[in-house]
Every structure is written in C-alpha cells, then in structure tokens.
C-alpha cells in the first residue's frame, strides 16, 4: 500500500495520507519542533527532539526498506498536519506485532485526521498479512484519544503509573492494544 489516499475530512479539507520519503525529512524535523509545544501528551517536549536532516533520513530508509514497519504522513495544502509512525520487531517471534505513536497539529485537531490515519494504519496491517497486533500507549487522561482507539477495537491491556513527568506532576500510561485477524 503506497499510494497516496485522498480524504475529505469535516471541515472540507482534504487530507493526503502517504508513506513518508527521506526528501521529507527536514519538513518533519520542523514539524516535530512545533508540535513539542502544542500538547502534553507526547513523550517529549520542546527543544528535545534532537536529530538532524542526515538522521532522519537514514531513519525514513530504514522505515521503507522494511515490510513491517510504517511511517506515514497527513497532509493538508502542501503542509504535515500529522504523522504515525508504527515500528515491529525484526526477530521471527516479535515480527507481527508493533507498537505506533500519532500526532496531529493542533490546528487540525477534531476534524478526523487522527481516524483517517488510523485507518490507513490498520488497512496496511491487514494488507501486510504480518502484522497480527497493534500496539500503542497513551496517556490515562487522555480521554479523547482513549475514546477513538476504543473505536477502532483497541482493548485496554494495563497501566504504568507516573510514566509521565511534567511540571513536577507525575501521570499515568494505558496499554491499548488490538488484534488483526
């Protein structure tokens, strides 16, 4: 699956949702940056992202070159409005199951970005006729995520307390994770 879906989403706008190319690196280091500080709900936050345009890149290929492993990204007028990344693990026993992080730009939030790629995510599972688990953490308070991958069938596995620490306020983490048939 890599073509270029087209979507038009609530607001009317049209999102193209397509693997990401290493010519996309430095948009995605810059997008990276300027979603650090637009929520709380990433593991990271601003300034911490480090790599540079020759890392990324060599992380795209290794992405690319892989039949296992996705990096996708959402775009709206020539723009990354999102990007999923989903990751398995190379050994035979860990091969069909991985674990994925999203975001969306926060000007792009509640118009159905995130259940697009979600659904350009799972449709790849599926098509890979590898990948039999999807994995994926979130934040415990983060109800409207937890809400739309409950949606999607993701079944809440466990909990890790204080995963996160921000501003000296410790919160906890969900396991989510659904099976592909």
Do not use: C, Q
Request: no cysteine.
């Amino acid at each position: 699956m890599n073509a270029t879906k087209r979507v038009t989403l609530k607001n009317g706008e049209i999102l193209n949702i397509r693997r990401v190319v290493v010519e996309d690196s430095s948009e995605i280091i810059e997008y990276i940056n300027k979603i650090a500080g637009e929520s709380e709900n990433l593991t990271f936050g601003p300034g911490e992202f480090k790599n540079t345009p020759e890392e990324e890149k060599r992380f795209i290929e290794s992405i690319n070159e892989s039949d296992n492993s996705l990096m996708i990204v959402g775009i709206i007028k020539d723009e990354i409005t999102s990007i999923l990344n989903f990751n398995s693990g190379r050994r035979n026993r860990i091969k069909h199951v991985g674990e994925f992080g999203i975001s969306v730009r926060k000007d792009f939030w509640n118009i159905g970005v995130g259940k697009e790629m979600m659904n350009y995510l799972i449709d790849w599972a599926k098509n890979t006729k590898i990948i039999k688990k999807i994995n994926l953490m979130v934040r415990k308070d983060n109800l409207s995520a937890i809400s739309l991958y409950k949606k999607f069938g993701f079944e809440i596995e466990g909990t890790n307390s204080r995963y996160f620490k921000i501003r000296g306020k410790y919160y906890d983490l969900l396991y989510m994770g659904l099976k592909i048939d």
